[in-house]
């Protein structure tokens, strides 16, 4: 978790730099972001789609937190419109809750790109101060996933994996901007909906119970900007 955290700051860098030697204005088109964000999903299942295990009554599952660095970069169409996406990984794994709370990883190394564009309106008029709505399209590419300590034990599974899966996103936060060369802080809170799909196999290759989850996350960012 430390490699990737280290990996996606080092990215990030690697991004922004060369953009920070163009000319700062707090009017400029292009506006990067450097954030630490929080993932917060919930996780929940959703639907039994099928399975060929018995589950005690009550059974639920729940996915873990993770904390990222992020890069945000944004193209204003006009003072009040833009359009921007985001990079970086997140991890992640799902624990049982509810009837098996307590075991722990049914999926675990659940690596996700939680590739969003999403179309924002800005309110201007307030001076540095810029709040700002958005909504769009996110597809939650999963890189890695496998069955957990917990799969094992509790479902016989030889194997798992989390699905990628398109949904949506809103956000609302606020840009600040600090003097006048581009400099400014930022705030951003994003709510996902996205239901993917788990699938537990056993050694044939067999789907021994499959399940759709409500991973809606919440993606809480705060950072610093630069415009140009």
């Not at 990215?11 to 922004?16: D, E, M, P, R, T």
């Not at 309110?123 to 709040?131: D, I």
Request: net charge neutral; charged share 15%.
């Amino acid at each position: 978790m430390k490699a990737r955290f280290l990996t996606c700051a080092a990215g990030a860098l690697a991004l922004v730099m060369p953009m920070a030697a163009q000319a700062g204005t707090p009017d400029g088109k292009l506006q990067v972001k450097v954030l630490g964000t929080a993932v917060l999903p919930e996780g929940g299942i959703d639907e039994i789609r099928s399975a060929s295990v018995t589950l005690p009554a009550g059974t639920d599952t729940k996915a873990s937190d993770n904390y990222v660095p992020t890069v945000a970069i944004e193209y204003f169409v006009t003072p009040s419109i833009s359009v921007e996406t985001i990079c970086c990984t997140t991890a992640h794994h799902v624990d049982g809750s509810g009837a098996i709370a307590g075991v722990d990883k049914l999926l675990d190394d659940i690596l996700i790109v939680p590739a969003t564009f999403t179309l924002k309106y800005h309110l201007t008029g307030l001076g540095a101060v810029k709040p700002y709505i958005g909504a769009g399209p996110s597809y939650f590419l999963v890189l890695d996933s496998k069955v957990g300590s917990g799969g094992v034990a509790a479902l016989g599974a030889d194997s798992g994996k989390l699905k990628s899966k398109f949904g949506a996103a809103v956000q609302a936060g606020v840009d600040i901007a600090i003097g006048d060369q581009g400099f400014g802080l930022t705030v951003d809170a994003k709510r996902y909906f996205m239901k993917p799909i788990a699938a537990f196999y056993n050694a044939s290759g067999a789907t021994i119970l499959e399940t759709r989850h409500k991973l809606d996350p919440w993606v809480v960012s705060a950072g610093i900007s630069y415009r140009f």
